[in-house]
């Protein structure tokens, strides 16, 4: 082909492409059309796990788990490293002081006479047992949570482990995520607590409330505990959620 030849047949077809383009109005590039609502989402957090190996089942569970482990359970070590491998999100479920108590009863309890060194100390023997933890929530803690002075300090060794907060929320007066915010920590707080009564009714009472909470806020944290129970329905419910409307996440998904 001679180049004259080539020259004329591109002029043809830039023109063809121009009197189509004027030929028809400019369309808009994204169309006024009203996008599908997007799924409400859910993490679901499993505390108090540790003490048994069958807690591993949770993990089972074919959605996103955060499995929050007790430093000083005698499997704590082992599950972390499980739930990690099968690429769940890791929790250090941190054992605090709780109202009434009066000295440390759990094994690396934080309590309100703790200095920020001390705090420090628990802190890293903790997630020493507890390996690939991404953030840290309360085990227990009604009456350290609501003492300024212990969160503020804890949240400065969170920050500088670069650790997310949950504020499991044992006590209505807690000011631990007012604390992480202030310290620049990512923090959400738990909205429901699942299985408080382990009775089928109960059961289904609490996940009716964290259906209705995750679509009214958009976004929802269940804390559960390892009963054989709980397992039981979860192994139940879940399948049976519609996808376009419930998205489970991890926890670090939904921080602020
Ligand atoms: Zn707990």
């Known amino acids: 082909m ?3 030849l080539l020259g ?3 002029l043809l077809i830039l023109s063809l492409i121009a009197s189509k383009a004027l ?3 400019p369309q808009l590039l994204t169309p006024p059309f009203s996008e599908a609502p997007k799924p409400a989402k859910i993490a679901l957090v499993i505390d108090d796990v540790g003490h048994h190996l069958r807690h591993q089942e949770f993990l089972d569970l074919a959605i996103p788990i955060t499995i929050a482990i007790l ?3 005698p499997h704590a070590t082992k599950l972390a490293t499980t739930a990690h491998q099968a690429g769940h999100q890791v929790m250090l479920h ?3 002081q709780a109202q009434g108590q009066q000295t440390a009863t ?4 934080l309590s309100a006479s703790d200095s920020l060194a001390h705090i420090e100390l628990l802190l890293d023997y903790a997630l020493q047992q507890v390996p690939h933890a991404q953030g840290v929530n309360n085990h227990q803690g009604s009456y350290l949570t609501e003492q300024e002075q212990s969160m503020a300090w804890l949240m400065q060794a969170l920050k500088q482990r670069q650790l997310y907060f949950l504020d499991s929320r044992t006590s209505a007066a807690t000011v631990a995520e007012q604390q992480a915010l202030a310290h620049g920590v990512p923090t959400i707080r738990r909205h429901v607590f699942l299985d ?3 009775q089928q009714v109960a059961l289904e009472q609490a996940w009716q409330g964290l259906l209705e909470l995750a679509q009214q806020q958009s976004q929802a944290v269940v804390i559960a505990h390892p009963h054989p129970e709980t397992l039981a329905f979860l192994k139940a ?6 996808t376009e409307s419930f998205q489970f996440v991890y926890v670090s998904e939904l921080l602020n």
Not at 106 to 109: H, I, Q, R, S, T
Not at 237 to 242: D, E, G, T
């Open 106 to 109: 759990e094994a690396g309890m």
């Open 196 to 198: 408080n009564q382990l």
């Open 237 to 242: 419910k879940i399948p049976l959620l519609p």
């Open 2 to 4: 001679s180049r004259p």
């Open 23 to 25: 030929a028809q109005p």
């Open 94 to 96: 941190l054992p605090m």
């Open 71 to 73: 430093p000083g359970s």
């Open 8 to 10: 004329g047949a591109c």
